[in-house]
């Protein structure tokens, strides 16, 4: 061993003692320093929050269940009663009413008619009922006379025009009635108004031959052709329906003689309807008809100027123009002023004027004229037709 690495060994009872640095006096300004104490962080405590709760006992419970169910059972039960006994009427009284369904009434409508007559209680469920049913478009304008017991099923079966409940009226028109006082008969008695059967006249196209031809747009087009007879009308009817009755019934009334009668006399049936009409307007009675037919023949015939000179159809050619009675009135139907036939018809003949321009009698009569007596004189020259006109015996039959 070297005498350096003998001065450099340490001894061996210095081996094991710690190394303590001397600062001397270095820190002695900061005090003696000790190690912070960290203490762990505070967290906020999360204290669960506590809800009370009521609780029941089980059979409290299910007491409230079953009076619940129960109520609305009963309930329901209650509703469901109202409602089966409005549609099958099991409660109605048995009595009979009258309703009316107008022209554009819709099922709201209807609905609230039959509740207002006491027919139904639930509008809602009757409309609800002919949606289902279909049947919302069933209904036809008319009176009908309904029993309160009739359920929804039979409600809806008798208000259509073809139910036997539709209420009727019978009336008779009479011969020699012009159109406008038919409508009104129509009109007064609810089987139609004047209105829509003047608009039906003038512009619905019925389907009859004897028709064709005729123009359309006047109140009286078809005039002549509305046959006088008893009729038994269904109220609250459509104007289409109640002219066509009329029209039905002048072509039924025409026999197979009548109809060849026609083709022989050289004249067209409008021609004979509206001499038909004259003679309705004219004769006092039956034995008369054949009489006036011969006068306006002979004159059509064998006048020079064929003016038939009849003051019906002056009357009606004025009551048209809204004026009165004057010879020398400017109408069409001034058969003193024109020759020939008029216009048209001047009112509505019956079958016994129809064939006695079919058949008339042959005679040499010109003139006629009314007598006091109430009966037509008739005359076959001027002279003593102007001699009884100036006569305490004639009395002019004027109309209303």
């Not at 005679?363 to 007598?371: E, L, P, Q, R």
């Amino acid at each position: 061993m070297s005498d350096q690495e003998k001065n450099t060994q340490i001894p061996e009872n210095d081996a094991t003692q710690v190394f303590t640095p001397d600062f001397g006096s270095t820190f002695d300004d900061y005090g003696e320093y000790s190690e912070p104490v960290t203490e762990a962080p505070v967290r906020a405590s999360k204290r669960a929050r506590h809800v009370k709760r009521i609780r029941f006992p089980r059979l409290i419970w299910i007491a409230v269940y079953v009076a619940v169910a129960v109520g609305l059972g009963l309930l329901g039960a209650k509703w469901g009663w109202k409602w089966a006994d409005d549609v099958l009427a099991l409660t109605r009284p048995d009595e009979v009413v009258e309703i009316i369904i107008n022209e554009n009434d819709d099922l709201d409508d209807i609905s609230l008619t039959l509740k207002e007559a006491g027919a139904i209680e639930y509008e809602w469920l009757f409309k609800l009922y002919c949606k289902v049913s279909h049947s919302e478009h069933y209904f036809d304008p008319g009176v009908y006379r309904i029993n309160l017991t009739y359920d929804y099923h039979a409600l809806v079966n008798n208000l259509m025009a073809s139910a036997g409940s539709r209420e009727t009226i019978k009336l008779m028109i009479v011969e020699g009635s012009d159109c406008f006082e038919i409508f009104d008969l129509l009109e007064k008695n609810n089987v139609c108004s004047r209105e829509k059967l003047e608009e039906a006249a003038a512009n619905y196209e019925f389907d009859y031959e004897f028709l064709k031809g005729l123009p359309y747009g006047a109140p009286n087009r078809l005039e002549g052709y509305l046959f006088p007879d008893t009729y038994e009308f269904y109220l609250k009817d459509e104007p289409q329906n109640v002219l066509g009755r009329l029209l039905r019934n002048y072509q039924a009334k025409f026999s197979e003689d009548d109809l060849a009668a026609v083709e022989d006399s050289g004249y067209s049936l409008h021609e004979i309807t509206i001499m038909a009409s004259i003679i309705e307007g004219e004769a006092a009675n039956d034995t008369e008809r054949p009489l006036v037919a011969s006068v306006m023949f002979n004159r059509l015939k064998n006048w020079d100027v064929p003016k038939l000179g009849m003051d019906s159809t002056v009357f009606y050619g004025a009551k048209l123009l809204g004026t009165g009675f004057s010879s020398e009135l400017d109408s069409p139907y001034n058969t003193y002023l024109y020759p020939g036939l008029p216009a048209g018809p001047i009112c509505n003949p019956g079958l016994n004027s129809i064939r006695a321009v079919l058949h008339p009698e042959s005679t040499k009569y010109y003139y006629f004229a009314t007598g006091k007596d109430g009966v037509n004189h008739f005359f076959t020259n001027s002279t003593d037709f102007d001699a009884f006109v100036n006569s305490d015996e004639y009395a002019p039959i004027i109309p209303d």
